[in-house]
């Protein structure tokens, strides 16, 4: 029995043994916890219940979690059958838990936003996605791909890109590149500003990259502010920290 991929849930399924253990051996110091997303037919499943202790799995497709109970790839107690991004994670995470999977190319941002809401408990992800998604998210100030998913996460994490998957290593094979990524929680516990409205500034200036701050964000600064040079930048332009010192100019004064 085969697992059937199902277009709708943007399953490729990995066949290359040493690239999955490559991605398995790619997990740093000992997680408190292991979750992996979406196992599929088990390629990193096999591999990581061999090397995790704490470690389950979450898997949204009755035939894959079929297939993985009924070849005693992963015991029922460790799989459960939910939807991540629905998920109440809250209830199953630990300190230091590290995310782990092949992610579906079509949710693979909604779930880097899911990180992030957990962000104080996941320590560590590590995952294949597309490469262009890859390279956006580990790309430093200055380059046309950097973006707001690179802010944010590179707000509280290290990333970095670690290899390039080909698409025959696929079943069905894809129609673009993958790449492996590690991303490991940085030192910074909490941002130095309202990180609701961090978000906003950096939403709003990347929402019209092709402009200047000055333009794009003109509707949240009052009009001294945008005097400041950094407003003749565009978003690529600006590093975390940088835009952490705009989310500041819109804080009362004492």
Same mark, same amino acid.
């Not at 597309?130 to 998210?137: F, L, M, T």
């Not at 030192?187 to 929402?207: Q, S």
């Not at 690529?236 to 100019?249: A, D, G, N, S």
């Given at each position: ?19 999955? #253990? !490559?991605?398995?051996?790619? $997990?740093? =110091?000992?997680?408190?916890?292991? *979750? ?6 088990? +390629? &990193? ?47 199953? #995470? !630990?300190?230091?838990?590290? $995310?782990? =999977?092949?992610?579906?190319?079509? *949710? ?6 899911? +990180? &992030? ?138």
């Amino acid at each position: 029995m085969f697992v059937q991929a199902k277009k709708k849930l943007g399953q490729h399924f990995l066949n290359d043994q040493n690239i999955a #253990l !490559k991605i398995v051996e790619a $997990i740093e =110091g000992q997680p408190g916890l292991v *979750i992996e997303i979406g196992p599929g037919m088990g +390629v &990193l499943t096999q591999f990581l219940v061999k090397k995790i202790e704490n470690f389950i799995a979450i898997e949204i497709d009755r035939e894959s979690v079929e297939y993985l109970t009924n070849n005693n790839i992963i015991s029922e107690s460790k799989l459960f059958r939910q939807d991540f991004l629905r998920a109440d994670l809250q209830n199953l #995470l !630990k300190n230091n838990t590290c $995310i782990i =999977g092949n992610l579906p190319y079509n *949710i693979s941002s909604q779930i880097f936003f899911k +990180v &992030l809401e957990n962000k104080q408990q996941i320590t560590q992800v590590v995952c294949m996605v597309q490469k262009e998604v890859a390279e956006r998210i580990a790309e430093p100030p200055g380059s046309k791909t950097y973006g707001i998913l690179s802010v944010f996460l590179q707000a509280f994490y290290d990333i970095e890109y670690l290899f390039t998957v080909h698409e025959h290593v696929f079943t069905p094979p894809p129609k673009v590149k993958s790449a492996v990524i590690r991303l490991k929680r940085n030192w910074r516990l909490e941002l130095p500003c309202d990180e609701k409205m961090f978000f906003t500034v950096v939403k709003t200036a990347f929402n019209q990259r092709r402009k200047t701050m000055r333009n794009s964000l003109r509707p949240l600064y009052p009009p001294e502010a945008l005097a400041d040079p950094v407003f003749d930048k565009r978003p690529e332009q600006l590093c975390v920290e940088e835009f952490i010192e705009l989310t500041k100019m819109l804080e009362p004064k004492d």
